[in-house]
């Protein structure tokens, strides 16, 4: 079971290279990239102008066998370019370089030249250190999803659970988040959640313990669920935190880095292969772990399990 980000990297560095596809980058990708080849993580290839990208990688990527460049000089066509790459096997991991995050969201969920398989769903997942406790814990869904219903949610649910067990948590305890704990018709959230917990119970996300409604406090703290009537093994300890929707995701996520100082590094996850975004509450020293997902996720097979 991994404890740390270091644990991620360790475990990520023992699969072997990675081909990652990157469209167009940015200048600041290439230190990041240039880390992660120098650990032994990605091998990577960039789409678009050559001659921008031999001049941009030289002051990262020393060697030029340490790097691949698709040429593609029509700026229209460099994120499809990217796309079939990594569809046809070319590469294993798609890196959001400075292609908009709302343009790829919608590439990926391209039915015909996107990555998202039949019957699957794409997810954010964020992943959070807890140093006194020595604990990651997963909150989802942290950018995509604005108001998901309940199919997607469980879409949501399964990704997550996914992820976890990559990262050797055997049986994830989820807390499916509400604004109270009570299932309260008038409140949506509440209903999904206590739908959820129940085919949790019926064995419709295999080896996993969920629990919901639950506020974030009864999540939170035992103390505070037996306050309240809860008797459950998810509180105080929980893995997953599964959020109704974006405002609480996204917001969450801001506030436990630029409030609580706390590190995070996320993946998105339901696609045939890892993606990575560059979110804004994912510091660069961090962008290194999201590649390190990205390989885990490389290892435990196609990205949607």
Do not use: W
């Amino acid at each position: 079971m991994m404890h740390s980000f270091e644990d991620i990297l360790e475990a990520a560095k023992r699969g072997g290279k990675k081909n990652m596809v990157v469209p167009r980058p940015v200048a600041a990708d290439f230190p990041v990239l240039a880390r992660a080849s120098a650990a032994g993580l990605i091998r990577p290839c960039f789409v678009g102008n050559g001659g921008t990208l031999k001049a941009l990688a030289s002051g990262s990527l020393p060697a030029e066998g340490e790097y691949e460049i698709l040429e593609e000089n029509d700026p229209q066509r460099v994120l499809g370019r990217a796309l079939a790459a990594v569809r046809d096997g070319a590469g294993d991991i798609l890196m959001q370089g400075g292609i908009a995050a709302e343009d790829l969201l919608r590439a990926l969920r391209d039915r015909d030249a996107g990555l998202l398989p039949a019957g699957g769903g794409v997810s954010h997942v964020s992943v959070f250190p807890l140093l006194k406790t020595e604990k990651l814990i997963l909150i989802t869904d942290t950018y995509i999803h604005n108001h998901p219903n309940l199919v997607e949610k469980q879409q949501i649910l399964t990704n997550a659970l996914q992820l976890a067990r990559l990262m050797g948590i055997e049986t994830p305890k989820t807390a499916v988040l509400a604004a109270i704990e009570q299932v309260n018709p008038g409140i949506p959230s509440t209903l999904d959640a206590a739908i959820l917990s129940k085919m949790a119970e019926r064995r419709q996300f295999g080896k996993a313990v969920v629990e919901g409604p639950l506020d974030i406090d009864c999540a939170l703290s035992q103390t505070a669920a037996k306050r309240k009537g809860l008797q459950s093994t998810v509180t105080g300890d929980v893995d997953i935190y599964l959020v109704p929707e974006i405002d609480t995701g996204y917001l969450l996520a801001q506030a436990l880095v630029f409030i609580g100082r706390m590190q995070t590094a996320g993946i998105v996850v339901g696609t045939s292969r890892p993606v990575i975004l560059n979110l804004p509450f994912v510091s660069p020293e961090n962008r290194i772990v999201e590649i390190a997902l990205a390989c885990l996720l490389c290892e435990g097979g196609e990205a949607n399990g």
